[in-house]
């Protein structure tokens, strides 16, 4: 699975951004799809995940209530869409795959997302 992330930028406190993850090579039915970050001089995180199939969802706790996962199939994108943006949700987002109840092994490039307070 290839995956190409996108959507990143510099927003103000409270503002909104939409990232995408576009997905190709692989038929994407057994897998789940996830939205990582990486603040500098911390360790990667799990942000949320979303099943393709069935369309599932899970988020961390330091964004459920304004960060959303979806799915677009016939596109073959993920997206998040991150609201009420603080400036610790600054980071390097990697999306990524795996196959259902397996570890991640396809990840994104990264797009930075910069929120000022």
């Known amino acids: 699975v290839q995956l190409q992330a996108s959507g990143g930028g510099l927003v103000q406190a409270g503002g909104s951004l939409r990232l995408s993850c576009a997905a190709s090579?692989?038929?994407?039915?057994?897998?789940?799809m996830g939205w990582f970050r990486q603040a500098p001089g911390k360790e990667r995180e799990f942000v949320a995940s979303?099943?393709?199939?069935?369309?599932?969802?899970s988020y961390a706790d330091s964004v459920k209530g304004r960060f959303t996962i979806s799915r677009d199939k016939a596109e073959s994108t993920v997206y998040l869409q991150m609201n009420s943006l603080k400036p610790e949700d600054s980071a390097v987002y990697y999306c990524?795959?795996?196959?259902?109840?397996?570890?991640?092994?396809?990840w994104g490039q990264g797009t930075l997302v910069t929120v000022s307070s």
């Open positions: 990524a795959a795996k196959i259902i109840y397996n570890t991640y092994d396809y």
């Open positions: 090579g692989r038929t994407l039915s057994y897998y789940v």
């Open positions: 979303i099943r393709w199939s069935g369309g599932m969802t």
